[in-house]
Nanobody, 129 residues
Framework: QVQLVESGGGSVQAGGSLRLSCAAF??????????MGWFRQAPGKEREGVAA????????FYANSVKGRFTIVQDNAKNTVYLQMNSLKPEDTAMYYC????????????????????WGQGTQVTVSS
């Protein structure tokens, strides 16, 4: 199986930046063969797909709410996916989760959570006014 380890969450003021990391471990955990995604969920709200990537940037997708502010980057040498978050807003406050899935399902709808097989534990992002 695949284990995903997330880091980089924290507190920041509106307009600031954070960089989240997701490292993959396991016998089959080579992210160059998998679709990777970032999701978030705030209290009382449904889970939202934020960004997704495949094969080191050959395909990228973003939610409209973060387009132009967030960037997803894949480093195959480190088996790690990053989410660079700029111009953060208070409404970006949420628990952020990393996910991994096979391309055959991922390509159909990369911002839907049910196409992913593995999930990280989550890292909290808090943006203050």
């Amino acid at each position: 199986q695949v284990q995903l380890v997330e880091s980089g969450g924290g507190s920041v003021q509106a307009g600031g930046s954070l960089r989240l990391s997701c490292a993959a471990f396991g016998y089959t955990a080579s992210i160059n063969y998998m679709g990777m995604g970032w999701f978030r969920q705030a209290p009382g709200k449904e889970r939202e797909g934020v960004a997704a990537i495949y094969i080191g940037g050959s395909s990228e997708f973003y939610a409209n709410s973060v387009k132009g502010r967030f960037t997803i980057v894949q480093d195959n040498a480190k088996n790690t996916v990053y989410l660079q978050m700029n111009s953060l807003k208070p409404e970006d406050t949420a628990m952020y989760y990393c996910a991994a899935g096979a391309y055959g399902l991922w390509v159909k709808s990369p911002l839907r959570g049910d196409v992913y097989n593995y999930w990280g534990q989550g890292t909290q992002v808090t943006v203050s006014s």
